[in-house]
């Protein structure tokens, strides 16, 4: 499924080197083609595409990375309200995110 099954602190104790080199690493590896493969869940997945394929769409990762389980729980009115952008802003967001995860989002 792409996502990395293993915990980074396995990886650092089995080949004996540095938590922060298998970091940097993993945020090398992660940014490669497809964008997001090795992350940690969906939430990662998706930020890192964003980052990577829609660096403009700020609201959108703000979401992602701020608000992701009000996003998967639908409450929308309070991601607007801690957004403090007008719905309109917000469905333009939603919408590119519901329209490239299927498209483009790997």
């Known amino acids: 499924d792409g996502y990395l099954?293993?915990?980074p602190v396995l990886i650092t104790?089995?080949?004996n080197i540095e938590k922060d080199d298998v970091n940097d690493l993993l945020n090398i590896i992660r940014k490669l083609d497809p964008p997001g493969i090795a992350s940690k869940n969906i939430q990662e997945c998706l930020s890192i595409q964003l980052e990577v394929?829609?660096?403009s769409e700020i609201i959108a990762k703000t979401i992602i990375d701020k608000y992701f389980e009000d996003f998967a729980n639908h409450n929308y009115s309070k991601i607007i309200n801690k957004l403090h952008c007008s719905r309109e802003e917000?469905?333009?967001a939603i919408n590119f995110i519901d329209k490239n995860k299927s498209e483009?989002?790997?």
């Open 90 to 92: 917000f469905n333009e």
């Open 53 to 55: 394929l829609y660096p």
């Open 104 to 106: 483009n989002f790997r």
């Open 5 to 7: 099954s293993i915990d």
């Open 13 to 15: 104790d089995k080949f």
